[in-house]
Structures are given as C-alpha cells and as structure tokens.
C-alpha cells in the first residue's frame, strides 16, 4: 500500500501573501542590517584599544550577544510569514545598508561608526512600519518596536561616550 503524501495547508493568519511578502522582504533587510552590526560590534569588541578599552569592550560585547539573540528573532518571523530567511554573506551584502569598515578604526571612531549603524537599523525598522500597520501585522509591529527600542538606547549610550 502505497503512503498518501500530506502537504502542508496554505498560510492563512488572515495576512494576505502579497502583504506577508512585502513585509518579509523588509525583514530580510532588518536582518541583513542587525547581522553587519552584529559582525561590526563583534569586530570591534576584539580590536579596540586606547584608555577607554575596558568599557568599549565590554559595552561593545553587551550589545553583539543582543544583536546575535536578535538575529534569531528575526529569522523566525520572517519564517514564521511564510518566507526563507537570508543566511548568507552575499545576501546580507546585498540586502544591507551598513557596510564594512576596512582595517581597525581608533576607539572613539569605532564608538562613532557604531552610533550611526545602530540608527541605520533604526532607519531600517521604522521604513516597514507602513505595510506592518497597513496588514495588521501586531507580530511584527511588536518585533520592530523592540528592536527600535533597543537600538535607540544603544546610539544614545555609545553617542553619550563621544560629548
């Protein structure tokens, strides 16, 4: 006796798929943006030097493990309407607005560098709100405002380091 193959039923959380796609897209591109922050912090946690290194370091390592924990949140929701999520370089290079930063900048650039990614994800987040809010998308909505959140406070803190 052969086995009836069972598929899976369509998505219907009352999204409609061309919406769920436009928001997925914008995700994608959240995701690209927090995962070059993420390398960027990263990097900048192992290579800053100078008088203010115990606290560049330890800040910077504070928020790459928030932004590494983001990345998941992220993928799963773009996952979760329905879409892959990005997962490689060459997508993220694609898709992001924060580019690297050649060879290892001084402290306070880095500080500097860091500021203006964390309001390049800022950016990024807020420019889906209007297909969020026009779906009804509370998910996401509730996704977008977190990372706001979180990364508002984050260039208010590292901005605070350079006045």
């Not at 436009?22 to 959240?30: C, H, K, N, Q, V």
Request: glycine share 4%; aromatic share 8%.
């Amino acid at each position: 006796m052969k086995e009836k193959k069972v598929t899976a039923p369509p998505i219907d959380t009352g999204i409609p798929e061309k919406q769920r796609a436009d928001i997925a897209a914008g995700l994608s591109r959240l995701l690209a943006d927090n995962f070059s922050l993420y390398l960027k912090t990263h990097d900048f946690h192992w290579n800053v030097t100078g008088p203010m290194f115990n606290t560049l370091h330890l800040m910077f390592e504070t928020q790459y493990n928030e932004l590494w924990a983001a990345n998941d949140v992220i993928a799963e929701r773009i996952r979760s309407l329905g879409y892959p999520a990005p997962g490689t370089f060459t997508e993220y290079a694609k898709l992001a607005s924060i580019k690297e930063t050649p060879g290892q900048p001084a402290a306070e650039e880095m500080v500097r560098l860091l500021v203006e990614g964390n309001e390049a994800v800022v950016r990024t987040a807020r420019s889906i709100f209007p297909k969020v809010d026009k779906a009804s998308d509370e998910p996401t909505a509730d996704l977008l405002t977190q990372r706001m959140q979180v990364h508002e406070k984050n260039a208010w803190m590292l901005r605070s380091l350079l006045e």
